[in-house]
């Protein structure tokens, strides 16, 4: 309703899952994507926005979260948001962010501390080596369906693979994050942001 209340955006689609984003985003090419962390089905909106940012590099993914922590913060702009912004945030904001993001420069919110701006901008210019990320992108999709719930035979229908394969995704997971357990799991997906806490 904000989007379409204003003049100068034309909004061209819609999507209730992370699936129907990079759908929606791949056959009507938006110069700029509004995306929510938390989405249902098996792709949060951070994986949907690098698999959008993968097709279609000039189009701009503003990222909608409730968490403000840095570890979060950091993901979505690694993952190539050009922008962040709290769910709360007045409408002005949102319009306002759409208006200055850009993939050189990213849009923080206002309400972030100067120091934390510094630092996640810094972050984003100079990663760490040995800061990047211990599983693929297709163990990533597969840790966080199985910390969704998803059976093996579900994650495989989903990701149009094998049961075999799944399991060893799942193998090459547990092994690389030195998991133990299913609440393993779930924990690492949480800290690293590919599921949401309960809430979001």
Known sequence: MILEEDKGLEVVGEAKSGEEAVTVSLRERPAIVLMDVHMPG??????????????????????????????????????????ILFKHDPSSEILHAMRLASSQHPYLPQRLSEEVRQRLLHKLQNPRKDEAPLLTPRETEVLSLVANGYTNKEIAERLYISVKTVEAHRSHIVERIGAESRSDLIQYALTHGLIAPVGD
Not at 48 to 62: C, E, F, K, Q
């Open 42 to 83: 098996g792709i949060d909106g951070i994986t949907a926005t690098r698999r959008i940012m993968s097709a279609l590099p000039d189009t701009l993914v503003l990222m909608l979260t409730m968490y403000d922590d840095e570890p979060h913060l950091e993901r979505m702009l690694l993952a190539g948001a050009a922008g």
